[in-house]
RNA sequence: GUGCCCGUAGCUCAGUUGGAUAGAGCAUCAGCCUUCUAAGCUGAGGGUCGUUGGUUCGAGUCCAACCGGGCACACCA
C-alpha cells in the first residue's frame, strides 16, 4: 500500500512544498474509521508554510493523481489527517499475489547478497543447558530464521568456550566425582560444580575405563566433560530443531597463537600497558569508565581478551553484519569489547548486540527456584519434556527481548484455549481439516490459486486479506528490530481474524465462485500461518 | 554508589519512526454447536499509562528529576 502512495503524493509535495525532504510517512491508524493508512505530512508541512493543517491537506488532496480502481477514498480528518481507503479490488489483488507467491509469500530480497554471522548460546560446556538458557537458545534461532527472510546468509555460530579457569574446575570436579565413584573418600572443592551431570559422566567414566584413570591426567578429565557436555548441549538443540554451522573453539585463539597477536598489536598501539606485573587495557581513553586487566600478573588473560579477539575474527571474515545475543547477566562485557575492537580499526558499527533480560518460571502462581550451584537446577531438556518443543519456542519469543520473561510452565502444558500455541496451531489444523473436506467433496484444491477471488466481499473477508497483506512488511520490521515476538502477536492475530472469518461465512457447499474464493482465502491463510510458525520454529499441525 | 533494562486493566504483556476515543490474552459475568474441527465465536465490566515538571499543534512514546523492581559493576567467565 505504502509503495503506491510514495509515488504519487511526493508528486504533489514536491509542488506544494518544493523544500520539503525525506520521506513521507504512511501509518496504519488504530482505528479502521480512519482508513487502510494515515498521513501526518499537511500537518508537519504546515509549520514552515505557515498554512492551516486542514487547508493544506486539502491542497494535497485535490492534486492528487490516484487511481480510482485502487483507491477508494482519501479524507481530511481531525487536525488534519490525510486518510487513505484502498479499494476492495486492490485487497482482492493482493490475495491472488499471495496464492500466485505460495512458500515465497513474505520472503524479501532487501539484503540479499548479504551475509551476517549470527553467534549464540554459547553456553559454557560445563553443564547442561538449563531452561533460563531457553530464551537465547530460542530467540536466536527465530532471530537467524527471520533475517534469512529478509535475504541475508545466515552463518550460525556457537563460541565453545573450552579454555580458562572454568575448564580446569569441570575438569577437577569430573575427577573427583570420578575418584567418588571409585569409593575414595575426597570432597568436591567448594567452587566446583555440584550438577547432577557431573556424576553422571563420573558414572560413564567408570562403566568404560573402570579404575584406569585413577593417575589419569586432569587435562584428560577436562577432554572426557567436555565432549560429554557438549553433546548433551547439542542433543538439547536438536530436540528443538537447532543447528549451528560453526562451532568455534575458543583454544584455538591461543594456539594459533591470535591472543599473542593482538596483546602484541595492542600493546604496539599504545592501546595497553604494563603495570604490577598485568597488563592493562586502556580502556580510558577509549571513552570507557577505567582501565581493565586483560592478562592477569599470573600470565593468564581474562575473559576481555578472548572476547576481543574472537570477536576481531568474526569482523575479519568479511560478514556485513555480526549478531551476538546475550543474556543480561553479561551485559558489563560487552562496551569493553566495542571499544576496544573500534580502537584496533574495526567498524564496531557492524556488530549487534542482542540483550535479552532474564526470565522467571513459575508453575502457576509459585516460582520454580533453580541454581547451577547447588545443582538442583531446572534443565531445558525438562522443559522440553514439560511443555513440549513448540510452547518452548513460541513461549520464549512472545515477549519483548528488553522485558522480563515470565514463563508459566502450566500454562503452557496446558492443551487449551487458554494456550497462545494451541490457538495459533488450531486455526492451521482447523483449516487442513476444511481443505481435506472439501476434496472428499471433490473440490480440486489445486484449482484454488486460479479461483476469481472479486467475490470476496464481506466485512471479515476482506480484513483476513488485510492482515495476511501485511506479512511482508511485517517480517521486515521484526527482523530490523531484532524482535520476533511481534511475529507472535501477529500470529494470534491472523489466527483470531480467521476464526471469525469462519464464523460468519461458510465455505464448502456454497455455490461457485464463491466456495472457490473462500476456500483460496482459507489456503492463503493457512501458508501464512504455516510460515510464520516456520520463523519460530514451531510446527503447524495438519490436524490436532 | 555507577551503568543497562523495566514500571500500561485483578494477572501476564502489546503499543511501529511522537498521532485521532490507550489494546490483547487470561481471570470474572452473560450468550452461541442437527451443517466445513466449540482447542472456536459474540457481548459486558475493568485504566490517574509509577510520580512531578519540561519539549509541541499533539506525549504511554522524547528530555530531566524523583519513587519502585530486575541485572551487572574482579588480576571470575
Redesign the pocket.
Known amino acids: 500500500m505504502e509503495e503506491y502512495l510514495q509515488p504519487i503524493f511526493s508528486e504533489v509535495v514536491g509542488t506544494v512544498a518544493p523544500e520539503f525532504s525525506g520521506?513521507i510517512?504512511?501509518?496504519?491508524?488504530?482505528?479502521p474509521?480512519?482508513?487502510d493508512l494515515?498521513t501526518?505530512i499537511a500537518?508537519?508541512l504546515?509549520?514552515e508554510l505557515k498554512k492551516a493543517?486542514r487547508i493544506l491537506a486539502n491542497e494535497i488532496v485535490e492534486k492528487l493523481r490516484k487511481d480510482s480502481e485502487v483507491i477508494e477514498g482519501v479524507?481530511i480528518?481531525?487536525?488534519?489527517?490525510?486518510?487513505i481507503r484502498f479499494s476492495r479490488k486492490y485487497f482482492q489483488d493482493a490475495l491472488g499475489a499471495i496464492l500466485s507467491l505460495g512458500n515465497a509469500y513474505g520472503h524479501s530480497r532487501k539484503y540479499e547478497g548479504m551475509m551476517t554471522n549470527l553467534e549464540w548460546v554459547s553456553a559454557?560446556p560445563t553443564g547442561n543447558l538449563h531452561a533460563g538458557h531457553g530464551r537465547q537458545v530460542c530467540l536466536g534461532a527465530a532471530i537467524a530464521n527471520l533475517l534469512e527472510w529478509t535475504g541475508y546468509k545466515v552463518i550460525r555460530e556457537y563460541y565453545f568456550?573450552n579454555?580458562?579457569?572454568?575448564m580446569r574446575n569441570l575438569a577437577r570436579s569430573t575427577q573427583v566425582r570420578y575418584l567418588q565413584e571409585l569409593g575414595q573418600e575426597i570432597s568436591l572443592p567448594e567452587e566446583g560444580y555440584h550438577g547432577a551431570e557431573i556424576i553422571g559422566i563420573a558414572k560413564e567414566l567408570v562403566l568404560k575405563f573402570g579404575d584406569s584413570l585413577q593417575n589419569a591426567e586432569q587435562s584428560d578429565f577436562q577432554k572426557f566433560a567436555e565432549e560429554a557436555n557438549f553433546l548433551r548441549i547439542k542433543n538439547t538443540l536438536t530436540r528443538l530443531g537447532i543447528h549451528h554451522d560453526i562451532y568455534f573453539n575458543?583454544n584455538t585463539l591461543y594456539e594459533s597463537g591470535a591472543i599473542e597477536k593482538i596483546i602484541a598489536e595492542l600493546k604496539e598501539k599504545d592501546l595497553a600497558y604494563e603495570?604490577?606485573?598485568?597488563v592493562w587495557l586502556k580502556l580510558s581513553e577509549m571513552g570507557q569508565?577505567q582501565d581493565?586487566?586483560i592478562?592477569?600478573?599470573?600470565g593468564?588473560?581474562?575473559?576481555?581478551l578472548?572476547d576481543i579477539c574472537y570477536h576481531k575474527d568474526k569482523l575479519s571474515r568479511g560478514y556485513d553484519l555480526v549478531i551476538d545475543i546475550f543474556?543480561?547477566?553479561?551485559?558489563?562485557?560487552i562496551?569493553d569489547v566495542l571499544a576496544a575492537l573500534k580502537a584496533l580499526g574495526f567498524d564496531s558499527g557492524k556488530v549487534k548486540v542482542v540483550?535479552h533480560?532474564?526470565v522467571?518460571f513459575l508453575s502457576g502462581?509459585e516460582v520454580i527456584k533453580f541454581s547451577k550451584r547447588s545443582g538442583s537446577n531446572y534443565l531445558l531438556d525438562e522443559l522440553i519434556d514439560d511443555v513440549g518443543a513448540d510452547a518452548t519456542k513460541f513461549f520464549f519469543n512472545?515477549?519483548?527481548?528488553?522485558?522480563?520473561?515470565?514463563f508459566?510452565v502450566e500454562?503452557a502444558k496446558e492443551?487449551?484455549?487458554?494456550?497462545?500455541v494451541?490457538?495459533v496451531?488450531?486455526?492451521h489444523?482447523?483449516?487442513?481439516?476444511?481443505?481435506?473436506?472439501?476434496q472428499q467433496q471433490e473440490i480440486n484444491i489445486q484449482m484454488l490459486t486460479k479461483a476469481d477471488l472479486t467475490v470476496l466481499v464481506h466485512p471479515e473477508e476482506i480484513s483476513l486479506i488485510k492482515i495476511l497483506h501485511r506479512f511482508p512488511s511485517?517480517i521486515l520490521?521484526t527482523a530490523e528490530?531484532f524482535?520476533p515476538?511481534?511475529i507472535c502477536?501477529y500470529l494470534?492475530?491472523v489466527?483470531?481474524q480467521f476464526?471469525?472469518f469462519?464464523?460468519?461465512?461458510?465455505?464448502?457447499?456454497q455455490p461457485e465462485p464463491v466456495q472457490s474464493a473462500?476456500?483460496a482465502l482459507a489456503l492463503a491463510t493457512k501458508q501464512v500461518l504455516a510460515s510464520g510458525c516456520s520463523i519460530l520454529g514451531v510446527t503447524a499441525?495438519?490436524?490436532?
Not at 295 to 298: A, G, I, M, Q
Not at 398 to 406: D, Q
Not at 429 to 438: D, E, N, T, Y
Request: aromatic residues 6%; charged residues 20%; neutral net charge.
Open positions: 520521506a510517512q504512511f501509518e496504519t491508524p488504530q482505528n474509521d480512519h482508513g494515515s501526518n500537518m508537519l504546515a509549520k493543517p479524507e480528518a481531525g487536525p488534519g489527517f490525510i486518510n559454557n568456550n579454555a580458562g579457569n572454568q575458543e603495570k604490577d606485573g598485568a569508565e581493565r586487566v592478562v592477569k600478573s599470573t593468564e588473560p581474562t575473559y576481555r578472548p543474556g543480561a547477566d553479561h551485559i558489563a562485557t562496551p540483550i533480560q532474564m522467571t502462581t512472545m515477549r519483548a527481548v528488553g522485558s522480563h520473561l515470565e508459566d500454562l492443551q487449551s484455549e487458554k494456550n497462545p494451541y490457538y496451531q488450531y486455526a489444523a482447523r483449516i487442513a481439516s476444511i481443505l481435506r473436506f472439501a511485517l520490521q528490530a524482535a515476538h511481534h502477536e494470534r492475530q489466527a483470531a476464526h471469525k469462519y464464523h460468519d461465512c461458510r465455505m464448502v457447499g473462500r476456500l499441525p495438519e490436524s490436532m
